[in-house]
DNA sequence: GTCGCGGTGAATGTATACAAATATTGGAAC
DNA sequence: GTTCCAATATTTGTATACATTCACCGCGAC
């Protein structure tokens, strides 16, 4: 351990691991070095183990029958999965919300970032304050599986939501500069809007089907960019482990 | 490593952990040790640390902030919300199996065991065979959960039947002997049935209703286990970690 | 030329050693 | 008797050492 890297070293080589397989530094199908990695990010192997066995449980590797991971290549299929399943439990949180009941004092603070957000989006697309808008969504995201008040199913929906490509999140840095993905942010608030009133009227079947549609927005973005808009793919963090994606590399 | 016991030391302090934690060798609430584990298991600390990470994914452990983890202690809102969000998963697969389309002989498949099914439950309650029973059930949602044919819902489904108390068997070694809950099983047969028939009408919707309800059945056996049944307890492995629940210890 | 096989090297799985952090216990002061 | 503090002892987190297993490579036989 050196002077000012005493950080964790299990967190250090979690994110080293992490950044180096969605930037493409490892390419797919490779099979990762536990030696190797210890020696570039400077800790030991015991470190780097547990990182890859975080990695393995999000999806992002895959363990080799004779030992070791290999970097995880993902279809097309396994990421529509992956967000069908990210609104299937945002849904089902939605829901326990609405039929459960939540303090009125919660809704009205989700509220409050939905009204920030509209301030972020601005009138028009030429206006939207996207550093401000990819924060505030992850906020209200998780705001929202808080209201289910359950830590079962909100462990669930953290896990999904670290899987590649699948959280609420994943296509927002493309869509910044693209108009043609813009637009659906206007929609997509449409949706916070209706799910946060379908919760505050114990409306829990409404609830999960809009959480669900909502989620499946990002299928349009995900199309997106795995073909027409093939050339600002390299924005999205992980679209370089879709078999098939035609990223530029640097 | 010792003569015969080369068998991986993980599996033996996964598997020895796990025991230890659901037949409340462990406590709720005590800190597990490492050295102690190691030294009971006859293996080194590091698989005991692998599989400690390992039981606190599945929910059986807590990490405490201090460092070090401890057995955790489930409310019955817990294994309600585990059993709701198993549903929710078992839900997901079968309306993606219906959507989708499955080939009629992986159908005729799950028919076969629903057949064998009957055999095993016999004409009453009288002549049930509990132990092909118990294996078929779970050959049964396996295949159920196969019908996807999506490697991230199964995997997902495999994560939440690993939870304490939500699996699809988790309640079956004790409705064994007690007709009152034996009753239930014919129940759930015909929701067996009714959930392939769905799947091979394509009909989503109710195939993912009927799996929603067919866990639910899991929470009538789990309040009768807390409650009027509770001196049958000691054959639900895991109860002893809800809080309340009086297990009746040797 | 292709297939099979043995050897060598590297990689993982496991065990142990070390250091920083934390819990505990004993004692002293109030 | 209680509370605070400090010293000790244990615990975890990390690093390294060891051994078994796996993979790759070259060589020989067919």
Redesign the interface.
């Known amino acids: 351990m050196a002077e000012a890297e005493k950080k964790i070293s299990y967190q250090r080589a979690l994110m080293g691991l992490r950044e180096r397989i969605l930037t493409g530094t490892l390419a797919v199908g490779d099979r990762v070095s536990e030696v190797a990695l210890a020696r570039d990010l400077g800790v030991s192997r015991?470190p780097v183990r547990?990182a890859m066995?975080e990695l393995v449980?999000q999806?992002l590797l895959e363990r080799m029958p004779t030992g070791g991971c290999m970097v995880r290549s993902l279809t097309r299929?396994?990421v529509v999965?992956?967000i069908?399943?990210r609104g299937?439990?945002e849904g089902?949180a939605c829901r326990?919300a609405a039929e459960r009941g939540v303090p009125e004092m919660r809704l009205t603070a989700c509220d409050a970032i939905l009204a920030k957000i509209d301030g972020a989006l601005g009138p028009g697309s030429e206006h939207t304050d996207f550093e401000s808008y990819m924060q505030l969504n992850a906020r209200f995201h998780q705001a929202l599986g808080g209201l289910s008040d359950?830590?079962?199913?909100l462990?669930?929906l953290d896990?999904?939501t670290a899987?590649p490509m699948a959280g609420p999140s994943a296509f927002l840095q493309g869509q910044a500069l693209i108009p043609q993905t813009l637009r659906s942010l206007f929609v997509a608030q449409d949706h916070h809007r209706a799910i946060v009133e379908a919760i505050r009227h114990r409306e829990g079947a409404r609830a999960e089907a809009l959480a669900r549609e909502h989620a499946r927005l990002a299928l349009r973005n995900l199309d997106f960019f795995l073909g027409e808009g093939a050339r600002h793919a390299e924005r999205i963090p992980g679209i370089s482990l879709v078999a098939g994606a035609k990223v530029l590399e640097a």
Request: aromatic residues 0%.
């Open positions: 015991t547990e066995a449980e999806g299929a396994d999965d992956g069908e399943l299937t439990i089902l326990l359950s830590a079962v199913v462990k669930e896990r999904v899987m």
